[in-house]
């Protein structure tokens, strides 16, 4: 074989090499990246005992302050469900806070938590501004066997998030439907599309 033809198939190799990888880039779609960091992913992520990841720490560092007490994280399990899910009939502080701050569209650092027999979910929303916000959250199980802490964070990948409109979080802030209110401090029904990305603080 001459070396011009040795040269004309590494250069057809290369293109069908080069052309598989863009195919299987673009099978990538969000929905799928979402499911891995939400479900199959956290598991897979290494245990931590207190210190958050550098995107966390990066993320804290933006100085948005904490507007709002911490509110229940509604949409986890029910057997330890929030107030509204049990005998209240109106948001309590925190809840309200956290709708009113978000119909605002100023930035802040909100927080929830839920916790059931020693398990617990946390998430921290840093809204940068109308319409947009970055996402993490952390779950919580109790040591089972060998730990080397009492208790293992594993943190899903940050995410940034289009946030609701402002209008969609002051209708929450009147609804009356007990069912309404719970649907409005559901997590999932604050954003209409999220997915992995680096931490900033610029809208």
């Not at 990888?21 to 499911?35: G, I, Y």
């Not at 598991?43 to 229940?72: F, N, Q, S, T, Y």
């Not at 109106?90 to 978000?102: G, K, M, R, S, T």
Request: proline share 6%; glycine share 8%; hydrophobic share 40%.
């Amino acid at each position: 074989m001459t070396a011009r033809a040795r040269r004309s198939l590494a250069s057809i190799a290369t293109a069908l090499v080069t052309g598989l990888l863009v195919q299987l880039a673009a099978s990538c779609d969000e929905s799928s990246l979402r499911a891995d960091i939400h479900d199959s992913d956290l598991e897979k992520r290494p245990p931590i005992c207190g210190v958050a990841p550098d995107e966390v720490v990066l993320m804290d560092a933006c100085g948005l302050g904490g507007p709002c007490p911490v509110a229940h994280f509604y949409g986890r399990q029910n057997a330890c469900g929030g107030p509204l899910e049990g005998d209240a009939a109106e948001y309590d502080a925190a809840e309200y806070c956290v709708l009113e701050h978000l119909a605002s569209g100023a930035p802040g650092r909100l927080a929830l938590r839920w916790e059931c027999e020693g398990h617990a979910e946390d998430a921290a929303i840093y809204v940068l501004g109308p319409g947009d916000a970055m996402l993490v959250t952390r779950v919580t199980t109790p040591c089972e066997g060998s730990c080397v802490c009492d208790e293992e964070h594993r943190y899903r990948a940050l995410e940034r998030c289009a946030l609701r409109e402002p209008e969609y979080f002051a209708a929450c802030l009147e609804a009356s439907a007990s069912g309404e209110r719970v649907e409005c401090m559901e997590l999932e029904n604050w954003f209409t599309g999220c997915g992995a990305d680096a931490p900033t603080c610029i809208p």
